[in-house]
C-alpha cells in the first residue's frame, strides 16, 4: 500500500522559512514525477510546485515561483519544499502526491496518493 506522509509545517511569521518533507513508502518514487499542492480554508486545491522524475526539471506556480523550492531525493525516497519570504496567503493545509497520469504539471486530477497535509499558517 503506497502511504505518502508530509511533515514541517508550523506557525511562522510573515517573512520566515519552513521546510516540508514527503515521506513515501510501498513504492519506489524513482520514475515518478511529484508535486506539492496547497489548500486554504474555503478554496480548491491549488498546484504549488512539481519535478520530474529525475529531478531535472522543476515548475512553479507564479505565485510561489523564486520563493520556494522543490528537490528530492530518491534514495531516501522523498521529496522536500523549501518555501522562503513566507507571506499571509501561504496559509494552507499542504498535500504531496505522485503523478500517475500524463498530461500537465498543475492538473490535480493528473495525481494520485495524497497525503494527510501538513498545515502551514503565516501570521502577518
Known amino acids: 500500500q503506497v502511504q505518502l506522509v508530509e511533515s514541517g509545517g508550523g506557525v511562522v511569521q510573515a517573512g520566515g522559512s519552513l521546510r516540508l518533507s514527503c515521506a513515501v513508502s510501498?513504492?519506489?518514487?524513482?520514475?515518478?514525477?511529484m508535486a506539492w499542492f496547497r489548500q486554504a480554508p474555503g478554496k480548491e486545491r491549488e498546484y504549488v510546485a512539481a519535478?520530474?522524475?529525475?529531478?531535472?526539471?522543476?515548475y512553479y506556480a507564479d505565485s510561489v515561483k523564486d520563493r520556494f523550492t522543490i528537490s528530492r531525493d530518491d534514495r531516501k525516497n522523498m521529496m522536500f519544499l523549501q518555501m522562503n519570504t513566507l507571506k499571509p496567503e501561504d496559509t494552507a493545509v499542504y498535500y504531496c502526491?505522485?503523478?500517475?497520469?500524463?498530461?500537465?504539471?498543475?492538473?490535480?486530477?493528473?495525481?494520485?496518493?495524497w497525503g494527510q497535509g501538513t498545515q502551514v499558517t503565516v501570521s502577518s
Open positions: 510501498g513504492r519506489t518514487v524513482e520514475n515518478y514525477a
Open positions: 519535478i520530474n522524475w529525475s529531478g531535472s526539471n522543476t
Open positions: 502526491a505522485l503523478k500517475l497520469h500524463s498530461g500537465t504539471y498543475y492538473y490535480v486530477d493528473n495525481y494520485g496518493h
